[in-house]
């Protein structure tokens, strides 16, 4: 029986090959979207769900309450240093703790040498965390000279040999260099869990690189920090004993006052809308998720709406086959569930679609959380049962009211031909216009943010960006015998060093004038950074690193320093940085920082920075030459430090890199939007006029045995669809060009402005895909031979 029900609904599927490829293609993007949504949801639901409950119910994050002096009031996931092995002395009730903090250094093994990513713990970490091993032991974290890595690592460096007891050497800043012995390889660490690393040390080498003194309190290199409490229920009252810690951290930070510490459970969820600054990961916002859960069910529904008008054009072209069936003794069941399995292999072929289209897509919206997670991610289980789920819902609402239609007429009224189908309403009309103008929106964005990429490229820096090579250091030692290797090379016109460079390290710090305190940014600087950036000194002088005081006090400010902070003559005027005094001895030009943070040009503080923190050297030289000079640098490299990697990197990729990769994400993503949007719209615009041409079949026959031609019949027809598309594409050319201008000025300072030309273009672009849709389902009817029409009328 069940055979007899799959060869007719394959047979009538695929006698109707347009109405099943177009519906497939709208529902299999729809149902793509679907999945996109739920595997956000599940990082969210599954956010560090590997760990045992019984065992970290015990273990509590703190997070410190802040007071700014704009009034806001942040929470950020990391404590001082210091705090956790003061208080556990201190505190009864706090059995032991652990800090997790990143830092970064090289690894080297035989001839594999990288820069890595690196996070440092308390010796603790395993005994409070679970983290299962494929090699190894635990216990073994116990020593400071062991190093824990991932089994992607353990394999980049050692291939299939056991790395457990391996020697691996490590570099730092400020020259320190040690090496360390695989204590043990963890099995892959899921994506969605707070305590992401892919190699991990002890906490002490953290400590000792970077020369931390422990008793200061005002150093801003703060850990987030876990607590493992004796009784969980005593939290509140643990906490509360923390104020006593307050007063002196306020005392040696006074740009940041802390109000409160507070202990958080560790399964506690925080995203970034509510927690600031941490070193853990955090779960995707709840905002923009509840917001794209919702409209991937919205375009869901859509799509069903769509299939379901389809389904009843089918239908009313199968009333008598119906009428027949129910003659011989088919029951009204069997009828729905003829239909009923039709609309299922319809939505199982979507699937197909779907998830092929899924994978496609959700790169580049994991993109957009900066979360590399997919599909193969998920548990098994859990994707099987929610796309068993999803199939079955989406089948019952597609397919419920055009089977019960079908199965509803008597047999009498089919046989005799006198069953209707209702034609088109304004609730289908407004829903096609909605659609194609959501499809005219989305086309716009896309085109403007290509657009946007180009007009980037083109923006004036203010400085010689398209000239400079940024290059990775670990200290003065590397600065010198670098400068001094690089004399000779004709390619290099100027070397310079700094903390960090402009459009990536620079860092927001108050300062004060007097009585008056204002927002900046500010970044260490070494010999020759500006000259070989190119940013001009307009007053003043530069700095004199070989003079004392200069090192200590002197500092550099932009214009947009002077203008904000009213001064007439800024030379040799007294501010307040990191609570010390400093002398303004220059002033640069402005430059643009980054495309994201402010229109205006920001005012900027530049310092002698530590010669220990030398971490970037700037070489300038001809654009022609850029990437020949980078292979020469790296050249000298490996003869001066052969057993280091190498890292270097364009400024202009500094500056524009993650711009570059965001409108490349959103291009992919508007460019899914458009092509959803397109099939959602033909396929709705489709059924409408497959349920017009179905009603007025009769009229169709009648009009053209008077004379009427088949441009008559299909200008008639169309009348009201060209109505339709008409004012949908001035809908979405109004909100497309509100909608994207929008979204532009949320993601960038700098953004391309948007244009009347490219809104045309897409507007008449999505009118003549609606209008030839229409027009060859009309057609295919008025073609018909009227003799026909009027016989099975």
């Given at each position: 029986m069940l055979k007899n029900y799959l060869l007719v609904a394959v047979r009538s599927l695929l006698k109707n090959k347009s109405y099943v490829i177009i519906n497939a293609l709208g529902l299999g993007v729809s149902l793509a979207c679907c999945l996109a949504a739920y595997l956000f949801v599940a990082?969210?639901?599954?956010?560090?769900?590997?760990?045992?409950?019984?065992?970290?119910?015990?273990i509590f994050k703190i997070h410190t309450h802040m007071l700014e002096k704009d009034g806001s009031t942040p929470i950020d996931f990391q404590a001082p240093i210091m705090l956790a092995p003061v208080?556990?002395?201190?505190?009864?009730?706090?059995?032991?703790?652990?800090?997790f903090i990143h830092g970064n250094g090289s690894m080297r093994y035989g001839d594999k040498a990288f820069n890595e990513s690196l996070s440092f713990a308390d010796s603790t970490f395993f005994d409070l965390f679970d983290f299962p091993l494929i090699a190894g032991n635990t216990k073994s974290f116990k020593e400071k000279n062991s190093i824990f890595l991932t089994e992607e690592l353990a394999k980049k460096y050692f291939g299939d040999e056991d790395p457990v007891g391996k020697t691996v050497t490590l570099n730092f800043v400020n020259n320190y260099e040690m090496d360390a012995i695989v204590g043990g390889v963890l099995k892959?660490?899921?994506e969605n869990n707070t305590l992401g690393f892919a190699m991990l040390m002890r906490f002490e080498v953290y400590i000792d690189y970077n020369k931390l003194n422990l008793d200061d309190w005002s150093d801003w290199r703060n850990p987030a920090t876990f607590l493992e409490l004796s009784a969980p229920e005593n939290a509140t009252r643990i906490a509360a004993q923390f104020k006593k810690y307050i007063p002196h951290r306020n005392e040696v930070r006074t740009d940041v006052v802390v109000t409160s510490y507070t202990l958080e459970p560790f399964k506690k969820k925080f995203t970034g809308d509510e927690v600031r600054y941490g070193w853990a990961r955090l779960p995707i916002p709840r905002a923009p998720l509840i917001i794209f859960s919702s409209m991937a069910l919205l375009i869901l529904l859509i799509a069903c709406f769509n299939l379901t008008n389809t389904s009843i054009a089918m239908t009313a072209r199968r009333?008598?086959?119906?009428?027949?069936?129910?003659?011989?003794?088919?029951?009204?069941?069997?009828?729905?569930?003829?239909?009923?399995?039709?609309?299922?292999?319809?939505?199982?072929?979507?699937?197909?679609?779907?998830?092929?289209?899924?994978?496609?897509?959700?790169?580049?919206?994991?993109?957009?959380?900066?979360?590399?997670?997919?599909?193969?991610?998920l548990g098994g289980t859990n994707l099987f049962i929610m796309l068993l789920v999803l199939v079955f819902a989406t089948a019952t609402v597609a397919g419920i009211y055009p089977a019960l239609l079908s199965s509803n007429f008597k047999?009498?009224?089919?046989?005799?031909?006198?069953?209707?189908?209702?034609?088109t309403n304004a609730l289908t009309r407004s829903l096609v216009a909605a659609q194609f103008a959501l499809s005219v929106v989305v086309l716009i964005a896309g085109v403007i943010f290509i657009q946007n990429t180009k007009y980037q490229e083109s923006i004036r820096f203010g400085y010689d960006k398209d000239q400079i090579i940024a290059v990775s250091l670990q200290g003065e030692r590397d600065f010198e015998a670098m400068e001094?290797?690089?004399?000779?090379?004709?390619?290099?016109?100027?070397?310079?060093?700094?903390?960090?460079?402009?459009?990536?390290n620079p860092y927001a710090t108050p300062i004060r004038i007097d009585t008056a305190q204002y927002d900046v940014q500010a970044m260490g600087v070494g010999k020759n950074y500006f000259e070989t950036m190119g940013l001009n000194i307009v007053q003043g002088r530069n700095l004199n690193l070989e003079n004392a005081s200069d090192v200590k006090e002197g500092v550099i400010v932009n214009r947009a320093f002077v203008e904000r902070t009213g001064m007439k003559d800024p030379i040799d005027q007294v501010i307040f940085l990191h609570n010390g005094k400093c002398f303004i001895v220059g002033v640069i030009e402005n430059h643009i920082d980054n495309l994201y943070r402010a229109k205006t040009a920001e005012p900027f503080v530049f310092y002698a920075a530590g010669k220990e923190q030398?971490?970037?050297?700037?070489?300038?030289?001809?654009?022609?030459?850029?990437?020949?000079?980078?292979?020469?640098?790296?050249?000298?490299?490996?003869?001066?430090?052969?057993?280091?990697?190498?890292?270097?990197?364009?400024?202009?990729?500094?500056?524009?890199?993650?711009?570059?990769?965001?409108?490349?994400?959103?291009?992919?993503?508007?460019?899914?939007?458009?092509?959803?949007?397109?099939?959602?719209?033909?396929?709705?615009?489709?059924?409408?006029?497959?349920?017009?041409?179905?009603?007025?079949?009769?009229?169709?026959?009648?009009?053209?045995?008077?004379?009427?031609?088949?441009?008559?019949?299909?200008?008639?027809?169309?009348?009201?669809?060209?109505?339709?598309?008409?004012?949908?594409?001035?809908?979405?050319?109004?909100?497309?060009?509100?909608?994207?201008?929008?979204?532009?000025?949320?993601?960038?300072?700098?953004?391309?402005p948007v244009g009347l030309v490219p809104i045309a273009g897409c507007a008449v672009f999505i009118f003549l895909v609606g209008f030839f849709t229409t027009s060859s389902t009309i057609m295919k009817a008025a073609k018909t031979n009227p003799v026909e029409t009027l016989r099975s009328e």
């Open positions: 990082f969210n639901v599954e956010f560090d769900n590997f760990h045992d409950d019984a065992k970290v119910s015990h208080a556990s002395g201190e505190i009864a009730g706090i059995e032991r703790y652990t800090r892959k660490i899921p009333l008598k086959e119906v009428g027949v069936r129910k003659t011989i003794g088919a029951a009204r069941k069997q009828i729905i569930f003829q239909f009923l399995l039709e609309t299922l292999l319809t939505i199982l072929l979507s699937l197909a679609v779907g998830l092929m289209m899924a994978q496609l897509i959700l790169p580049a919206f994991t993109a957009m959380w900066q979360i590399p997670y997919g599909l193969g991610d047999p009498t009224t089919l046989l005799k031909g006198t069953a209707k189908i209702k034609g001094k290797a690089l004399v000779s090379n004709p390619k290099v016109l100027s070397v310079g060093v700094a903390d960090g460079t402009i459009g990536r030398y971490i970037t050297m700037v070489v300038k030289t001809e654009h022609a030459d850029l990437l020949a000079t980078q292979k020469s640098l790296e050249a000298t490299w490996k003869e001066l430090f052969p057993t280091r990697p190498f890292e270097s990197q364009l400024q202009e990729d500094v500056v524009l890199g993650n711009s570059r990769d965001l409108n490349k994400n959103l291009e992919k993503i508007f460019i899914f939007l458009t092509i959803l949007g397109g099939l959602l719209s033909a396929s709705g615009i489709f059924a409408l006029a497959s349920l017009n041409v179905a009603k007025r079949t009769k009229e169709i026959g009648i009009r053209k045995s008077l004379g009427a031609s088949v441009s008559n019949v299909v200008g008639l027809l169309n009348r009201e669809f060209v109505v339709v598309l008409s004012v949908a594409v001035v809908l979405g050319s109004v909100g497309g060009y509100y909608a994207t201008n929008a979204l532009l000025g949320t993601l960038y300072a700098y953004h391309v």
